[in-house]
Structures are given as structure tokens and as C-alpha cells.
């Protein structure tokens, strides 16, 4: 593994609509673990509840309030604020404000922003997002295992 320093606007970055995330450290870079910084849109559904078989998913807000539900408790979370999420815990966040919010994410091991990249370049590629028949077949894919 390579050491890396990246400005605040350096690194690689995908969008999907107004919601970005930008790769600070991903698989190709080491296998340990992949580390994101995402601005969330307002009114970001987020992700499907799902759980990793595998993954450590971690979170910090960084700006706004992000909504987190962690096993059947759902909270808003305003900036500081720190989720651990074990493998095998069904989970999901949101921003349904009207500001933007901004996410922090470790995973480890790296592989699941991998997703991300593919969500990505589908709805780049047909002008829209994912439909759940699409989005079942990435995550099949990934340690994400919609519930």
C-alpha cells in the first residue's frame, strides 16, 4: 500500500444527480479498507435498508443532519455524530432536509464502494437512475444485501 494525501477537492468523484461522493482510499488502492466523502442532496433518499454479510460500515457527519436507522431505531443525526455498524445489521440513512448534508464512510474491507461506481455509470450511461430490478443485479454483485 502506497501512502496518499489528497487536497480537499483531489480524488477520484461520481455524482448521482445532485448527491456526490468522492473515493478518498478504494479497493485498488488498498484492501483493507475504502474510506468516502459524500455530499448528501437534500430531500437523498438514501440506500434501501440492507445489511453486509462482511463489510464494517462506519459513518460520521461531517455537516447537516443525516437520518440513520440502525435495526428498527431510527435518528437524526447532526454533525459529530458517529454510527459503527457491525456486519449483519440491517441499516439505511437519508437526508430529508432542505440543506445539504456531508458523510463521512469507512468500510473495511474495501470492495463495497465498488457499488457505488456501478450505480454510477448506469445512470450515467441511460440518463436516469437504476430501476430495483438493475439495482438488485449490482448489488448482487457486493457485500449489500437489500432487506
Known amino acids: 500500500m502506497k501512502p496518499m494525501i489528497y487536497g480537499p477537492e483531489e480524488g477520484e468523484m461520481i455524482s448521482l444527480g445532485p448527491t456526490r461522493t468522492r473515493f478518498l482510499a ?7 479498507l475504502s474510506v468516502t466523502d459524500s455530499v448528501l442532496a437534500p430531500g437523498f433518499p438514501g440506500p434501501v435498508p440492507h445489511r453486509h454479510e462482511h463489510t464494517l460500515d462506519v459513518f460520521f457527519v461531517v455537516e447537516g ?16 455524530s458517529f454510527v459503527l ?4 445489521n440491517v441499516h439505511t440513512f437519508a437526508n430529508p ?8 464512510n469507512i468500510m473495511a474491507p474495501a470492495g463495497l464502494e465498488q457499488y457505488l ?14 430501476d430495483p ?12 444485501q437489500p432487506v
Open 26 to 32: 478504494q479497493q485498488s488502492d488498498t484492501q483493507q
Open 65 to 80: 443532519t443525516v437520518t440513520f436507522r440502525l435495526e428498527g431505531e431510527t435518528r437524526e443525526l447532526p454533525a459529530g
Open 85 to 88: 455498524v457491525p456486519p449483519g
Open 97 to 104: 432536509g432542505d440543506k445539504p448534508a456531508r458523510l463521512l
Open 117 to 130: 461506481k456501478e450505480v454510477a455509470a448506469v445512470a450515467a450511461k441511460s440518463g436516469r437512475p437504476p
Open 133 to 144: 430490478r438493475e439495482m438488485a443485479e449490482i448489488a448482487a454483485r457486493y457485500d449489500f
